[in-house]
């Protein structure tokens, strides 16, 4: 019927979808005599129409249709050694053929799954177990029947495709050999998320093998949060130490990673394994893909920086007061000054409190009809010029004097503007230490809710450890959320990290993220 089609089609197109589906067809036919049968030249005869097929749909655009061709070819392929592994008498043998019909199964559900039919891979995945089980006896019995010997070795292991007339032989079998099948997470992960990437590793051969190490097993960028107990990370690599794996045993290597960049990432592993005489091989994983999305919740204001916006799924909450907790650091500069600069290049009013003068000269270049500079410090008027939106203070002692610029400042902006606005108050620290907890807290508790009315997103900055707990506590109880940045020692190494402490009523994700 689909040749007699070809022959009408009007287009390209339809003539290779036509072609496509009659290969498909006689793919099935030869397929399932062969499944009654076992007769190889059926069996080579769906290959090929299978083949065909794929290709056919391919080239007419239909890359599904052709991804489920290719799974179905997946498929037979494992059956002929399923088949062979049943007729086998020796179990080490035997095992070899499951191991192989174990690969191509693998690959037969991956293609399934692309090709958008996870019932037909979850019928395979049913299959896949009892072969596993079938393969886990024949390694058993092959332990009691035969010791392993130490041998000469040669290079790794490739999966063979089966012949027309007879299955690939077991030479290869004889030397050094291993396995290793990728496991990469099915779905989407969030960005900051840990998720799994595991790898089995099989020796084949019929000597032990020591695993050296593993390159590319987690991509650049990604944070290994767990690994195995015997191997360490080093730069790129996965050091596995020597780790012994004897003939037919499976070593599973499992990461747990995350990722605070979103995008598709690419897994491709390479085992670099020795022989007892010293002999080292490199054996090539077939690569996997991790893809990591961001969440970016309505009604966030970016904060300027990637990874922490990754974090906060978007940014700060409009109309939110958060705290920045953190020593002195180039670390928390770096947070502050994202976070005015963003504002000002998205044209958003900016407020900046500080009284801080050592970046006045890199400022200068900031000062846009946006930007709004409250300098409290009693060098301010020798130091910094007049100019529209610069506020000059003497300092912090009289708090009623910084309101009265603040607060006139808000409400002689441009009501009309519904853009979000920000506001980065960079003094918390000197004001505590001037006036105490219950002043300060007095003087917030009005500023901040004026400046939430008038649409501000706040970002205050406070270094705790220059106040005692309760009086930090006094001014944190304040702030709608909060960021602490800190130091922590890992190994020999000091290494600064940011998490979100808290954000009352609002999501955000729980990992720490490390800022150098």
């Not at 019909?101 to 395979?124: C, R």
Request: charged content about 25%.
């Amino acid at each position: 019927m689909f040749d007699e089609a070809k022959n009408h089609s009007l287009d390209q197109e339809a003539k290779l979808l036509a072609l496509g589906h009659s290969h498909f067809c006689k793919a099935l036919d030869a397929g399932t005599r062969f499944e009654y049968s076992g007769d190889k030249k059926l069996h080579a005869s769906a290959t090929r129409h299978l083949q065909n097929a794929a290709n056919y749909y391919l080239r007419a655009g239909y890359k599904s249709a052709s991804e489920y061709a290719t799974a179905t070819q997946r498929f037979f392929d494992a059956y002929i050694y399923m088949t062979n592994a049943k007729n086998e008498a020796d179990p080490e043998k035997k095992a070899r053929y499951y191991i192989i019909t174990e690969k191509l199964l693998q690959a037969s559900i991956s293609s399934y799954i692309k090709a958008n039919h996870p019932a037909k891979g979850k019928h395979v995945r049913q299959l896949l177990e009892k072969v596993r089980e079938e393969k886990k006896l024949a390694m058993s019995l092959s332990e009691i029947l035969h010791a392993p010997t130490i041998t000469s070795s040669t290079t790794s292991f490739v999966t063979p495709t089966p012949s027309e007339e007879s299955a690939v032989g077991l030479e290869k079998f004889e030397r050094a050999n291993i396995q290793a099948t990728l496991v990469t997470p099915e779905k989407q992960v969030p960005v900051g998320e840990e998720t799994n990437i595991k790898m089995q590793i099989t020796n084949l051969g019929k000597q032990a093998v020591l695993l050296d190490k593993v390159e590319g097993m987690f991509p650049r960028g990604f944070e290994v949060v767990a690994k195995p107990s015997y191997s360490n990370i080093e730069g790129k690599y996965l050091e596995m130490k020597g780790k012994k794996l004897d003939p037919l045993k499976t070593e599973e290597v499992e990461l747990a990673v995350k990722s605070f960049d979103d995008g598709t990432f690419k897994v491709n592993p390479k085992i670099v394994f020795v022989d007892t005489n010293g002999h080292q091989m490199v054996s090539e994983v077939k690569h996997g893909l991790i893809e990591v999305s961001k969440v970016v919740l309505k009604d966030r204001v970016p904060t300027g920086h990637e990874h922490l916006d990754n974090i906060l799924l978007g940014g700060i909450p409009e109309k939110y007061a958060v705290i920045l907790t953190s020593p002195s650091c180039d670390e928390r500069d770096l947070l502050i000054s994202r976070f005015l600069e963003e504002g000002i290049k998205e044209g958003q009013i900016t407020f900046h409190v500080t009284t801080k003068l050592m970046e006045i000269e890199n400022l200068k270049e900031k000062f846009q009809s946006n930007y709004y500079l409250f300098i409290c410090n009693p060098q301010s008027d020798e130091i910094m010029k007049s100019r529209p939106n610069v506020f000059r203070l003497k300092g912090v002692e009289n708090l009623t004097e910084l309101n009265i610029g603040l607060i006139s400042a808000s409400r002689n902006l441009n009501a009309a503007i519904k853009a979000p606005r920000r506001c980065c108050i960079q003094l918390v620290s000197d004001v505590l230490l001037q006036h105490k907890a219950l002043q300060t807290r007095r003087w917030l508790s009005g500023l901040l809710t004026e400046f939430k009315s008038k649409g501000f997103v706040i970002l205050a900055v406070m270094d705790p450890e220059m106040h005692s707990l309760q009086e930090a506590r006094a001014v944190l109880d304040l702030f709608d959320g909060e960021i602490n940045v800190y130091d922590k020692k890992i190994v020999s190494q000091t290494r600064t990290f940011l998490k979100i402490v808290r954000m009352r009523n609002q999501q955000y994700l729980k990992s720490e993220l490390p800022l150098n």
